[in-house]
T-cell receptor
C-alpha cells in the first residue's frame, strides 16, 4: 500500500462547478499538508500549505485536513478553464523537507 | 525576477553517458531538492541539501550524484548506473524555517536514446 493515495482521474467538470480533490494517507505522523497545481510540462506551483487539522481558505480554493480519518481535500469553487491542470497533494511528518507526493489528479474544466 | 531556473529544458543522452542537470535559485533559500517525475506517478525525492557542502540521499538516490558548493546552485548528475533515467526532473528550494514549503523550477525532460 502506498503511503499517499490519490485518484488519478481524469476528472472532467463544466465551468462554474465545485471541484473536490482528495488524498488519503496511512502515516499518522504526517502533520504538514500541501497542494500543488501542475500545468502540462511545467513545474508544480504551491497552492495551499497547511499544518495539522482544519480548514484553510485562499480565494476560490479551500484546503481541508481530517487527521482522524487520514484524509485531505482541496475544494475549488466556481471552477474556470484555467484551473485545468494536474493537482498533487504532498505531505510530511515534520519540518524536514522530505515530502511524500500523491500521484496527482488530472482536472479538466470545460467552458 | 526571483526564481528557480533549470537548464536545459530538454536533454537527450545516449546510453552509457553521464549527464549533468543545472539548477540555480536567486531566492536566497537555504535548502534545495531534486525530484523525479514519471508518467502517472507522483514526485520522488532523489537528493536534498539543507546547507552548503552538505546533502542527503532521498528515496531513489541510486545512479545519481549531486554537489552543493554554492548556496544558489545544486547540480544533479545522472550517471550511467541509473537503469531507467528517462524522466522529468524537477528542482525545488525552500527556506530553513519552512523546509516543507517548497518552490519548484520549470523542470528538465531527460530522454535516453
Amino acid at each position: 500500500q502506498k503511503e499517499v493515495e490519490q485518484d488519478p482521474g481524469p476528472l472532467s467538470v463544466p465551468e462554474g462547478a465545485i471541484v473536490s480533490l482528495n488524498c488519503t494517507y496511512s502515516n499518522s505522523a504526517f502533520q504538514y499538508f500541501m497542494w500543488y497545481r501542475q500545468y502540462s510540462r511545467k513545474g508544480p506551483e504551491l497552492l495551499m500549505y497547511t499544518y495539522s487539522s482544519g480548514n484553510k481558505e485562499d480565494g476560490r480554493f479551500t484546503a481541508q485536513v481530517d487527521k482522524s480519518s487520514k484524509y485531505i481535500s482541496l475544494f475549488i469553487r466556481d471552477s474556470q478553464p484555467s484551473d485545468s491542470a494536474t493537482y498533487l497533494c504532498a505531505m510530511g511528518p515534520g519540518n524536514t523537507g522530505k515530502l511524500i507526493f500523491g500521484q496527482g489528479t488530472t482536472l479538466q474544466v470545460k467552458p | 525576477d526571483g526564481g528557480i531556473t533549470q537548464s536545459p529544458k530538454y536533454l537527450f543522452r545516449k546510453e552509457g553517458q553521464n549527464v549533468t542537470l543545472s539548477c540555480e535559485q536567486n531566492l536566497n533559500h537555504d535548502a534545495m531538492y531534486w525530484y523525479r517525475q514519471d508518467p502517472g506517478q507522483g514526485l520522488r525525492l532523489i537528493y536534498y541539501s539543507q546547507i552548503v557542502n552538505d546533502f542527503q540521499k532521498g528515496d531513489i538516490a541510486e545512479g545519481y550524484s549531486v554537489s552543493r558548493e554554492k548556496k544558489e546552485s545544486f547540480p544533479l548528475t545522472v550517471t550511467s548506473a541509473q537503469k531507467n533515467p528517462t524522466a522529468f526532473y524537477l528542482c525545488a528550494s525552500s527556506l530553513a524555517d519552512s523546509y516543507n514549503e517548497q518552490f519548484f523550477g520549470p523542470g528538465t525532460r531527460l530522454t535516453v536514446l
